[in-house]
């Protein structure tokens, strides 16, 4: 305990943002209104919950992984498989498809951490699309409907409730969870470990990195949590098909939100998801008239336009901003500056 | 005998269309070392582009395709102008984000402007679509298709070897900083070099819609094919992508020939094979994966 009260004297930012998380999460639904906004809290939620899985390794790291929807649909496909045509409880299913992820996981990691940067997203790209495709051939040799629906049976066993508040808490606990990991990765040696390899490898080795056990080590946890999400996301969806699970646009969401928000601080993958759902919604809305794929065009651009004025994402841009105005309020506050943004330290 | 021969040309035939879809973006990144995830994009306007050339006008994408790829060298420009200008020296992430969100807007500028049907035309008569020669069917199109990324690549290289300009832009992607200090303006080389990416990328989409369909979110395809032939043949090799395009193609038909359901797996577990073993690429350099990418 002694610990823990030590650190978050020590690290009072982090004890702020996860403390309001725990509240903004306890009492939003409560103001949502209607079903309308605690639906898009929900996702909003489950999603910054993903990007933040997925900003571990993408982000922290910085292995571009675009290959993050087969851990999302493998953990969404066990736990269903399990539960429907054996009885197990979500909550185990949940475990069973994030140990089968971090298999998977590993094997991919093989041949994609010989290559770098976008290659290394290519590699992972191509391992996404190749178990869709192999799940879409399974079903040659074994009984498997194109779709798997959950039967509306609520009950705490059964991971399925009547309300909508039960999965706003859930996928608030979520993303309480994954933050709590990134924090513990992202913080103290592991953190610096994987920072040094991700500004720069070569030199990370040269000073005695365990280059490859950090990289997996952050690629393994990232594709366990990203995989829990794809469970809860079945569970509220409570229908699944390789289409909706297993497509390269989920992958590109959830780096495109990290991106938006700030990528490799906590922050960021959460302001992101919290932004983009509801910006997404709102474009939906504004140009659903203007004829079939406006509200994606301006998306498109607006994305365009963040990427390349703020390419340290929102928190980037407020971080510096921030620190533009307070040097101009204390000149002697010059060395602050100096520290790269968007770096959440 | 005679099936595999079959198998064999129909699968070298598909590398040629293989090998054209790749040709701008190999460039591109072999040059300016930008992964350019709107390429598929590109293919896709260059396709509506020799759809509605026919359409509008009746002039067969074949022919048409010095004007296809002449307007698509002025789009390269204002790509490079408007975008990627304020991207080259960021970090791969805003590049590939940036092209990325590109890439989704013109998808959708696509669906807004012409739907999401499916569209095709027939340039040559139906009797001519096949030919026969030893037994062995052709296709008439996938033939013409070939001959078009053998002249492109053929005329691309020989531009890079003949010409002061190309010299200069086989020097920028040699070496960056020793080509500036030999005078050379990266700028303008990058410039040039995404106006003829994107003109070959055009060129090949026009060529293909006679025998692809072209619809918003054909690109998505085609990059993906595109980025596994880059990678097999050597990342920025020229005569690289037609031996990635050719292995890609004979793969994909064999494949296709004993399991069709695999079909399109083999795409990526090739790729993934060959990245195990051979990171670079067949004719790339070594090390060039990591070095391109700092």
Same mark, same amino acid.
């Given at each position: 305990?002694?610990?823990?009260?030590?650190?978050?004297?020590?690290?009072?930012?982090?004890?702020?943002?996860?403390?309001?998380?725990?509240?903004?999460?306890?009492?939003?639904?409560?103001?949502?209104?209607?079903?309308?906004?605690?639906?898009?809290?929900?996702?909003?939620?489950?999603?910054?919950?993903?990007?933040?899985?997925?900003?571990?390794?993408?982000?922290?790291?910085?292995?571009?992984?675009?290959?993050?929807?087969?851990?999302?649909?493998?953990?969404?496909?066990?736990?269903?498989?399990?539960?429907?045509?054996?009885?197990?409880?979500?909550?185990?299913?949940?475990?069973?498809? /994030?140990?089968?992820?971090?298999?998977?996981?590993?094997?991919?990691?093989?041949?994609?951490?010989?290559?770098?940067?976008?290659?290394?997203?290519?590699?992972?790209?191509?391992?996404?699309?190749?178990?869709?495709?192999?799940?879409?051939?399974?079903?040659?040799?074994?009984?498997?409907?194109?779709?798997?629906?959950?039967?509306?049976?609520?009950?705490?066993?059964?991971?399925?409730?009547?309300?909508?508040?039960?999965?706003?808490?859930?996928?608030?606990?979520?993303?309480?969870?994954?933050?709590?990991?990134?924090?513990?990765?992202?913080?103290?040696?592991?953190?610096?470990?994987?920072?040094?390899?991700?500004?720069?490898?070569?030199?990370?080795?040269?000073?005695?990195?365990?280059?490859?056990?950090?990289?997996?080590?952050?690629?393994?946890?990232?594709?366990?949590?990203?995989?829990?999400?794809?469970?809860?996301?079945?569970?509220?969806?409570?229908?699944?098909?390789?289409?909706?699970?297993?497509?390269?646009?989920?992958?590109?969401?959830?780096?495109?939100?990290?991106?938006?928000?700030?990528?490799?601080?906590?922050?960021?993958?959460?302001?992101?998801?919290?932004?983009?759902?509801?910006?997404?919604?709102?474009?939906?809305?504004?140009? /659903?008239?203007?004829?079939?794929?406006?509200?994606?065009?301006?998306?498109?651009?607006?994305?365009?336009?963040?990427?390349?004025?703020?390419?340290?994402?929102?928190?980037?841009?407020?971080?510096?901003?921030?620190?533009?105005?307070?040097?101009?309020?204390?000149?002697?506050?010059?060395?602050?500056?100096?520290?790269?943004?968007?770096?959440?330290? | 005998?005679?099936?595999?021969?079959?198998?064999?040309?129909?699968?070298?035939?598909?590398?040629?269309?293989?090998?054209?879809?790749?040709?701008?973006?190999?460039?591109?990144?072999?040059?300016?070392?930008?992964?350019?995830?709107?390429?598929?994009?590109?293919?896709?306007?260059?396709?509506?582009?020799?759809?509605?050339?026919?359409?509008? =006008?009746?002039?067969?994408?074949?022919?048409?395709?010095?004007?296809?790829?002449?307007?698509?060298?002025?789009?390269?420009?204002?790509?490079?102008?408007?975008?990627?200008?304020? =991207?080259?020296?960021?970090?791969?992430?805003?590049?590939?984000?940036?092209?990325?969100?590109?890439?989704?807007?013109?998808?959708?500028? %696509?669906?807004?402007?012409?739907?999401?049907?499916?569209?095709?035309?027939?340039?040559?008569?139906?009797?001519?679509?096949?030919?026969?020669?030893?037994?062995?069917?052709?296709?008439?199109?996938?033939?013409?298709?070939?001959?078009?990324?053998?002249?492109?690549?053929?005329?691309?290289?020989?531009?890079?070897?003949?010409?002061?300009?190309?010299?200069?832009?086989? %020097?920028?992607?040699?070496?960056?900083?020793? %080509?500036?200090?030999?005078?050379?303006?990266?700028?303008?080389?990058?410039?040039?070099?995404?106006?003829?990416?994107?003109?070959? =990328?055009?060129?090949?989409?026009?060529?293909?819609?006679?025998?692809?369909?072209?619809?918003?979110?054909?690109?998505?395809?085609?990059?993906?094919?595109?980025?596994?032939?880059?990678?097999?043949?050597?990342?920025?090799?020229?005569?690289?992508?037609?031996?990635?395009?050719?292995?890609?193609?004979?793969?994909?038909?064999?494949?296709?020939?004993?399991?069709?359901?695999?079909?399109?797996?083999?795409?990526?577990?090739?790729?993934?094979?060959?990245?195990?073993?051979?990171?670079?690429?067949?004719?790339?350099?070594?090390?060039?994966?990591?070095?391109?990418?700092?």
């Amino acid at each position: 305990m002694s610990v823990l009260k030590r650190y978050l004297l020590l690290r009072r930012s982090d004890a702020l943002g996860m403390g309001s998380l725990v509240v903004l999460v306890l009492l939003l639904p409560h103001f949502a209104g209607n079903d309308y906004y605690l639906n898009l809290m929900i996702l909003a939620l489950l999603y910054a919950g993903l990007a933040s899985s997925w900003n571990i390794v993408g982000g922290i790291a910085g292995q571009f992984s675009l290959g993050h929807t087969a851990f999302f649909g493998i953990g969404a496909y066990t736990s269903t498989l399990l539960f429907n045509y054996a009885g197990v409880t979500p909550w185990l299913g949940m475990l069973a498809g /994030g140990v089968i992820s971090v298999v998977f996981a590993w094997l991919i990691a093989y041949p994609a951490f010989r290559m770098r940067g976008v290659f290394f997203g290519m590699t992972t790209l191509a391992f996404g699309e190749t178990v869709r495709i192999l799940l879409i051939y399974s079903r040659k040799h074994v009984e498997l409907p194109y779709g798997l629906s959950i039967n509306f049976k609520p009950g705490l066993f059964n991971m399925v409730f009547e309300d909508r508040w039960s999965y706003a808490y859930l996928a608030g606990a979520y993303l309480f969870v994954v933050l709590v990991v990134a924090m513990m990765l992202s913080r103290g040696y592991t953190g610096f470990y994987l920072r040094a390899l991700r500004d720069n490898e070569d030199a990370a080795e040269a000073a005695g990195v365990p280059v490859r056990a950090y990289k997996l080590l952050a690629f393994v946890v990232s594709a366990f949590l990203t995989s829990i999400g794809g469970t809860l996301m079945a569970q509220y969806v409570m229908y699944i098909e390789p289409g909706t699970v297993f497509t390269i646009s989920f992958s590109v969401d959830l780096a495109l939100m990290t991106i938006l928000g700030g990528v490799g601080t906590l922050a960021g993958p959460v302001i992101g998801a919290l932004i983009a759902l509801p910006l997404r919604e709102f474009l939906v809305e504004a140009f /659903g008239n203007a004829g079939a794929g406006t509200h994606q065009l301006v998306y498109g651009l607006l994305l365009v336009v963040v990427v390349v004025l703020l390419p340290q994402g929102l928190k980037g841009g407020f971080t510096s901003l921030r620190l533009r105005l307070a040097s101009q309020r204390k000149p002697a506050a010059q060395q602050d500056a100096s520290l790269p943004p968007g770096d959440s330290r | 005998m005679q099936t595999v021969l079959q198998l064999l040309v129909s699968g070298i035939l598909l590398g040629g269309v293989y090998a054209l879809a790749a040709v701008g973006l190999n460039l591109i990144f072999g040059v300016a070392k930008v992964v350019n995830f709107a390429h598929g994009e590109f293919l896709m306007l260059g396709m509506y582009a020799g759809y509605w050339l026919m359409v509008k =006008t009746g002039i067969n994408p074949y022919y048409g395709a010095p004007m296809i790829g002449a307007a698509f060298f002025v789009l390269g420009v204002l790509f490079y102008a408007g975008l990627m200008r304020f =991207t080259i020296y960021k970090p791969e992430m805003t590049q590939v984000f940036a092209t990325l969100g590109l890439g989704i807007a013109l998808q959708n500028l %696509a669906l807004l402007m012409w739907s999401a049907d499916y569209r095709t035309i027939q340039v040559l008569p139906a009797a001519s679509e096949s030919v026969s020669a030893f037994g062995l069917t052709l296709s008439t199109n996938r033939l013409i298709g070939f001959g078009f990324a053998a002249a492109l690549v053929s005329g691309v290289l020989l531009f890079m070897r003949s010409t002061f300009l190309g010299r200069a832009i086989e %020097a920028v992607s040699q070496d960056l900083v020793a %080509a500036r200090l030999m005078g050379v303006d990266p700028n303008k080389v990058f410039v040039v070099t995404f106006g003829i990416g994107i003109a070959l =990328t055009g060129i090949a989409g026009a060529v293909l819609v006679p025998s692809f369909y072209a619809f918003p979110t054909v690109g998505s395809f085609f990059v993906l094919v595109a980025f596994v032939v880059v990678v097999l043949g050597g990342l920025g090799s020229m005569t690289g992508t037609i031996l990635g395009g050719l292995i890609l193609g004979v793969v994909e038909s064999v494949a296709g020939f004993l399991s069709p359901d695999l079909k399109e797996a083999t795409h990526f577990v090739l790729l993934i094979l060959l990245l195990a073993a051979r990171p670079h690429g067949i004719l790339g350099v070594k090390g060039a994966e990591k070095e391109a990418l700092k």
